[in-house]
C-alpha cells in the first residue's frame, strides 16, 4: 500500500509518500480502507520528536490519528462491525497511523460515521470533535446557562467547541482574529473578542469554564476572568497550578482519549444539523508535507484534510 511515513524526526520534508506493509489485524481489530485522514497539532508535533515522552515511536512509522473510511476486514472477535460498514475514528496514538491506504484499528475504537457527511468531513471530526467534547463536558462539567471562554475559537478544536457549547445552552465567548468574528457567530458563539485589538482579561469577569488551545501569557491572563471555582481546561498543558488554585480555581491538563460514545453522540448531533465540522483546505495524501506547512502556520479556520482514496 501506499502510505506517508517518517524515517527521522524533523520538518515536513521527512513525510515521505512511499510503498508500505499493509497492516496486520488482530483478533479485536478491523482493517478500514482509509477514504481520509486529517491533519492535528499533534502530527506535527509528533514528526518534530516533540512528543517522545508520550508517544513512544520506532521507525519508520505512519502519523496520523483521524480516519473515515470502509471496513475490509474484521479480526476474528468482531461482532460488532461488518465488512462494508462506514466508519470513522481516533486510532490508538501508539499505533501506525491514518497516512495511508489502509490502517489497523481496534473495533472498541471506531463508530459509525455520520450518514450526512462524506468521508473528507467526517475524517474532520474524531480527534477534534473528541477534544472539544471531553474539554466541555467530561473536565470542564459545562452547564446550560453557564459562562464559557473558549481561546482559538476558529480552529479545529474550537469550531466543534463553539457548537457544542451553544448546543449545551451555555454563553458562548470566542476569541479570534477580525476575520473570524463573524463565521463563530454563525456557528453559534453569543460573543467574539478580537485578539489583535483587545484584552480579553479587561472585559470578562465571572467566567464558569475557560477553554484553552493557546497556553502560555493567554492562559495566565484566563485566571482573571474566571469567577471563584471556575474551571481552565487546557489542551496545552497547565503553566502554574500553584497559582490557580492559590485564587480558588481548577486547572485541568488533558489528552483526548478514543470513546466510540462519544463519536457516536457526534454523528447524531451531525445528522440532525446541530454539528458541523469546518475544513479549511484538502490536500492529497502525497502533499502531506504542504498540509503540515499549513497547519503550522498556526492560523488554520477549522480542519485541513488529507484526501487518500
Do not use: C
Amino acid at each position: 500500500m501506499k502510505a506517508i511515513q517518517i524515517h527521522q524526526y524533523g520538518g515536513p520534508e521527512q513525510l515521505i509518500y512511499e510503498e508500505a506493509p499493509m497492516p496486520d489485524i488482530r483478533e479485536d481489530d478491523v482493517l478500514i480502507r482509509v477514504m481520509a485522514t486529517s491533519v492535528n497539532p499533534i502530527d506535527w508535533k509528533v514528526r518534530k520528536g516533540n512528543m517522545k515522552s508520550t508517544v513512544v515511536r520506532t521507525f519508520p512509522f505512519i502519523p496520523g490519528w483521524d480516519v473515515s473510511g470502509i471496513i475490509e476486514k474484521v479480526g476474528k472477535k468482531i461482532s460488532s462491525f461488518k465488512v462494508g460498514d462506514e466508519v470513522y475514528a481516533r486510532p490508538d496514538t501508539t499505533r501506525n497511523g491514518t497516512y495511508a491506504e489502509y490502517v489497523a484499528v481496534r473495533a472498541s475504537e471506531i463508530a459509525l460515521k455520520p450518514t450526512k457527511l462524506d468521508h473528507q468531513f467526517a475524517a474532520a471530526v474524531p480527534l477534534a470533535g473528541l477534544t472539544a467534547w471531553q474539554g466541555l463536558f467530561d473536565h470542564g462539567q459545562l452547564q446550560a446557562g453557564q459562562k464559557i471562554l473558549i481561546h482559538g475559537a476558529a480552529g479545529g478544536v474550537g469550531t466543534f467547541a463553539v457548537q457544542l457549547a451553544k448546543w449545551k445552552g451555555a454563553y458562548v465567548i470566542g476569541t479570534a482574529s477580525e476575520k473570524n468574528i463573524e463565521f463563530l457567530k454563525g456557528l453559534g458563539a453569543d460573543e467574539v473578542i478580537n485578539y489583535e485589538s483587545e484584552h480579553f482579561e479587561n472585559k470578562l469577569k465571572d467566567i464558569d469554564v475557560v477553554f484553552d488551545t493557546i497556553g502560555g501569557e493567554v492562559q495566565m491572563n484566563s485566571q482573571k476572568v474566571l469567577k471563584p471555582g471556575g474551571i481552565l481546561v487546557s489542551t496545552v498543558g497547565i503553566k502554574d497550578d500553584a497559582s490557580i488554585k492559590a485564587k480558588g480555581l481548577q486547572g485541568i491538563s488533558f489528552m483526548a482519549k478514543s470513546l466510540p460514545d462519544q463519536l457516536q453522540q457526534m454523528a447524531a448531533l451531525i445528522d440532525t444539523g446541530k454539528l458541523k465540522p469546518v475544513i479549511s483546505k484538502t490536500f492529497p495524501l502525497q502533499e502531506a508535507a504542504q498540509a503540515h506547512r499549513e497547519s503550522e502556520k498556526g492560523h488554520t479556520r477549522g480542519k485541513i484534510v488529507l484526501k487518500v482514496h
